[in-house]
Nanobody
Framework: QVQLVESGGGLVQAGGSLRLSCVAS????????MGWYRQAPGMPRELVAT???????DFADSVKGRFTVSRGSARNTVFLQMNDLKPVDTAIYYC???????????????WGSGTLVTVSS
């Protein structure tokens, strides 16, 4: 069973930076796509950023130019560098992983338990 564990959340002032880390365990293979989603109070979970093993990235419009996502040199690690943080970025950030799909359907998805990021004004 693949497990994702996040670290790096916390409290930061507006304009500050934080770096989130996530490690996936329980597999001998590289998880095809890893990244981050977030959920603010009373809101649905939304995409923040993802990156594939091939380096293809996807970002929410609201974080483009401020956040970067990268895979670590160690297998199945992913980082989210968040700069110029705003109070609207306050949310629980969830690490996400997905296996490559096949003709039979979408690849398996995995979720971490989340780490809280709070941005004060």
């Amino acid at each position: 069973q693949v497990q994702l564990v996040e670290s790096g959340g916390g409290l930061v002032q507006a304009g500050g930076s934080l770096r989130l880390s996530c490690v996936a365990s329980g597999t001998d293979y590289s998880v095809w796509q890893m990244g981050w989603y977030r959920q603010a109070p009373g809101m649905p979970r939304e995409l923040v950023a993802t990156v594939t093993t091939g380096g293809r990235t996807d970002f929410a419009d609201s974080v483009k130019g401020r956040f970067t996502v990268s895979r670590g040199s160690a297998r199945n690690t992913v980082f989210l560098q968040m700069n110029d943080l705003k109070p609207v970025d306050t949310a629980i950030y969830y690490c996400y992983g997905q296996e490559l799909g096949t003709e039979r359907g979408r690849g398996a998805e995995y979720w971490g338990s989340g780490t809280l990021v709070t941005v004060s004004s």
